[in-house]
Every structure is written in C-alpha cells, then in structure tokens.
Nanobody, 119 residues
Framework: VQLQASGGGLVQAGGSLRLSCAAS????????MGWFRQAPGKERAAVAT????????SYTDSVKGRFTISRDNAKNTVYLQMNSLKPEDTAAYYC?????????????WGQGTEVTVSS
C-alpha cells in the first residue's frame, strides 16, 4: 500500500484542520490505519488509530475529545479531524498502515504534512 497525506497548514489556536490520507494498492480495509506526529527535536509518536472496519479507535491522551480519526474504505482514505488546536499540536503529521489495530509495527508510511498552530 502507498499513502499520500494532505491537509496540513497554518491555523490559529482554537481552529480546526482536517488531514486526509489516500491509499493506493489493494485491500485498504485490511489495514488498521494510524496518524502519528513528530515535533521538532522530538520522536515520532502515535496520535490516533482506527481498525480496518472502523469498529475500534484509540487516541493519545493529549488529543482525546479534540481529534477524531475516521476512514472511508470505499474511497481508500483515512481522515484526522483536528479541533480546538493548540500550539503544542504543531508537528509534521504522518499516516501509517498497520497490520492490525494492536500492532506496533507499521507496514507503510505516508509522507508528512505540516501542521502549524499559532498562539
């Protein structure tokens, strides 16, 4: 599977952005999908994960209640709706395909899309 992320940009604190990640290749629905982020000088960390059939989702504590991960398997796309953005959300955001919801391994990465939140 190949992944193409988009939707990043510059937004003021309190604003919203929606990231998209389009997948090519077969069997998109067989992958759990995740969003990760990497701020300057920090390690890449998981933000949200969704199972192949959208029955399970998980979020890192700092984004719970503000971010929503979703997917449309008919369009081979996963989304990350980000609301109430904070300056600390500033990072490069990456989508990833995982073999299953609980796996730490990643089968494929998309390129990063930059999110900058100004105060």
């Amino acid at each position: 599977v190949q992944l193409q992320a988009s939707g990043g940009g510059l937004v003021q604190a309190g604003g919203s952005l929606r990231l998209s990640c389009a997948a090519s290749g077969r069997t998109f629905s067989s992958y759990a999908m995740g969003w990760f982020r990497q701020a300057p000088g920090k390690e890449r960390a998981a933000v949200a994960t969704i199972s192949g059939g959208s029955t399970m989702t998980s979020y890192t504590d700092s984004v719970k209640g503000r971010f929503t991960i979703s997917r449309d398997n008919a369009k081979n796309t996963v989304y990350l709706q980000m609301n109430s953005l904070k300056p600390e959300d500033t990072a490069a955001y990456y989508c990833a395909a995982k073999p299953n919801f609980y796996a730490r391994a990643v089968d494929a990465w998309g390129q990063g899309t930059e999110v900058t939140v100004s105060s």
